[in-house]
Nanobody, 127 residues
Framework: QVQLLESGGEAVQAGGSLSLSCAAS?????????VGWFRQAPGKERQFVSA????????NYADSVKGRFTISRDNAKNTVYLQMNSLKPEDTAVYYC???????????????????WGQGTQVTVSS
């Protein structure tokens, strides 16, 4: 099993920045696994934000966050980060991290591609 704990969500004004963290633990977690970030706004489906490879070398982003969000990971700490800059009200959502029990692929952008999920952290951006 893999446990994921997100943190860092809070209320900010438009144009501000936040850094989210996702700490992974559990006997079956491997630093070779791909990790993704998703978000879900009220009344909407959970959508892909970004994902990163086990090495941290490869990553991809949803078009809506490209150039504003940066994903990274520290394998020594089993933690993945999402740096969010130039936040907009439409970024308001619960942000979830997820682990795929396998290697990273650019095509892994669906919720069904991932095996383990955290409980989420709320990000609220006011105008």
């Amino acid at each position: 099993q893999v446990q994921l704990l997100e943190s860092g969500g809070e209320a900010v004004q438009a144009g501000g920045s936040l850094s989210l963290s996702c700490a992974a633990s559990g006997p079956t977690f491997s630093n070779t696994y791909a990790v993704g970030w998703f978000r879900q706004a009220p009344g909407k489906e959970r959508q892909f934000v970004s994902a990163i490879s086990g090495s941290g070398i490869s990553a991809n982003y949803a078009d809506s966050v490209k150039g504003r969000f940066t994903i990274s990971r520290d394998n020594a700490k089993n933690t993945v980060y999402l740096q969010m800059n130039s936040l907009k009200p439409e970024d308001t959502a619960v942000y979830y991290c997820a682990v795929k029990r396998g290697l990273y692929r650019v095509r892994y952008t669906s919720t069904s591609d991932y095996d383990y999920w955290g409980q989420g952290t709320q990000v609220t951006v006011s105008s």
